[in-house]
Nanobody, 129 residues
Framework: QVQLVESGGGSVQTGGSLRLSCAVSKRTFSVSAMGWFRQAPGKEREFVAAISWSATNTYYSDSVKGRFTISRDNAASTAYLQMNSLKPDDTAVYYC??????????????????????WGQGTQVTVSS
């Protein structure tokens, strides 16, 4: 069974930083693209960032571009989301997701919820002003 476990959430003040981690079952991680999504209270879940299996390609939502960085360590079967210059609007539950990809799609990233096969349980990020 595939498991994704997020960690690193917490409470920070405006301008602060957090680093989220997503540990994935090793077998799945080695052939998967990764994504981060978030859901604020009363809002739909939204795309935040994505990274290809090869880690050569990344993509960000406009709201986080220049402040967040997605990365992965395939040896550790872990994906990361470094979040800098946090704002109150970044307050949400953050979810990581993984999509198993065929060998010919190793440079692809995915931005739609429906593209992903497995999801973590989420980690809360709260940014106070």
């Amino acid at each position: 069974q595939v498991q994704l476990v997020e960690s690193g959430g917490g409470s920070v003040q405006t301008g602060g930083s957090l680093r989220l981690s997503c540990a994935v079952s090793k077998r799945t991680f080695s052939v998967s693209a990764m994504g981060w999504f978030r859901q604020a209270p009363g809002k739909e879940r939204e795309f935040v960032a994505a990274i290809s299996w090869s880690a050569t390609n990344t993509y960000y939502s406009d709201s986080v571009k220049g402040r967040f960085t997605i990365s992965r360590d395939n040896a550790a079967s872990t994906a990361y989301l470094q979040m800098n210059s946090l704002k109150p609007d970044d307050t949400a539950v953050y979810y990581c997701a993984t999509k198993v990809v065929p060998y010919y799609r190793t440079t692809a990233y995915y931005t739609q919820e429906g593209d992903y096969d497995y999801w973590g349980q989420g980690t809360q990020v709260t940014v106070s002003s």
